[in-house]
Each structure stands twice: as C-alpha cells, then as structure tokens.
C-alpha cells in the first residue's frame, strides 16, 4: 500500500537534483526499508520489512546527493502472488488469465522533499522494469482510499474493486490498475516536457525524456 506525502507540493526543483536507480546490494536495500518503515510508522501503519532474496522484487530509490529521498518496490506476479492477493484474490485471479501483472508498493517519500519530481521519477523507473524489461502488461496498485485521488488524476488510474481492510497494515485499502501500454503512450505524449506540468494536472510531465529514457533503461538492463 502506498504511503504519499501531498501531492500538491510547491513549485518542482530542477530535475538533475534526484537520481534513481534500482538497489543492487544489501545496504541500499536496508536503506530503502528503513525509509519505508519510518514514513508508514509516523502515518501509525504497521509494516514488515522485506526480505531482499525474495523472488520477483526490484527496490527502486531516488537519491538526493547520497540521501535517499524517495522508494518504491515492484513486484513481479509469479507462483507466490501479489501481496494485494490477501485482500483482492478474486479481481487478480481474474485479471491474471488474461494478462501478465505486476504490483507497485511500498511507496515512500522523504517528507523533507519535494514530492512530485521524486514520484514521477520512481513511477517512471518502475515503469521501465516491469513493462520494458519484464514485459508485464499491468499494474496494480493497492492503496488507502485517501490516496486513490492520486492515483487516478497524476498517473491516470482506475479503480478496480472498493474498500476492504488490508490486515497486513491494519488500514482500509482499495485496488487501482494501470494499463502498462497505456502508461506508455502517457510518457510518449508528455514525458520530459516539465513545462506541461501545471496544465496536465499528472506526473507524466515530470517523467524522464525519451533521451533520458533510453539511458536509464540501458543502466537497468547492465544492472549498473
């Protein structure tokens, strides 16, 4: 489930100012649960750090110089499920007949950061994974109903099945998806074009370029 901070943040920083990239060894990826787990706890959500050797898990970080600013994990469905399993089994055994899914969670941000420029480039490098190199097909996203407003205005999300109680977080939590080719046409359109950024009302302005693109999913791809 996503913790955000607001995302009606003042004015975005210059871009070049946050770098992400996947975490490969076992300190970014401490550092990355420890974020986690400080955000979701000042929100009073109680949540299990996880294990890096788990199957189908890729842990995301956007860096500020060498503070880590913002996380997201992908997971990969495969044999053990989605987490969102526990609390939607019915809409995913449905949805994954008929295509390949993957999930974004554990969505954490600095609260002493700007927030949109660091999402948008979390969103984006999580997009890269899935769809680009795992050749997923769609997202979900369980998240506390608050934050389905998000979801829905800056990445252009719909709702798949209402409010259930997520026992893992002892929180309410509804279940939204994202088409990834839809998503892809999204960062086609406006991505790296931060100038549209206030007439959009979405994050897909403040993605990388397709430039920028390239080079990152290049990076991913080497594993560097």
Sequence with gaps: ?????????????????FAAER????AG???NQALVGRRYGQRGLRVTPLE???????????????QVVGTLT?????PAGLAADAVFPEELRALREQQRLCEFTRLAVDGG???????????????????????????VFEVHPRHSPFYRRMLGSRLLAGERLDPAVNAPAVLMCKPLDEM??????????????????????????????TALLREMRLGV
Excluded at 23 to 26: C, D, F, P, T, Y
Excluded at 185 to 210: H, N, V
């Design 184 to 213: 892809r046409r999204d960062i086609e359109t406006m991505g790296g074009r931060a100038d549209l950024a206030a007439q959009a009302r979405s994050l897909y302005p403040l993605f990388y370029g397709p430039a920028e693109e």
């Design 29 to 31: 990826w401490l550092a």
């Design 74 to 78: 992908v997971r990969m469905d495969g």
């Design 1 to 17: 489930m996503g913790a955000l901070e607001a995302w009606l943040a003042p004015a975005a920083p210059p871009l070049e100012r």
């Design 52 to 66: 890096m050797a788990a199957d189908g898990l890729a842990s995301l970080r956007v860096r500020e110089g060498e």
């Design 113 to 139: 950061t700007e927030s949109k420029p660091v999402l948008a480039r979390l969103f984006h490098m999580a997009y890269l994974y899935a769809h680009r190199i795992e050749k997923a097909e769609l997202i």
């Design 23 to 26: 975490v490969q060894g076992s």
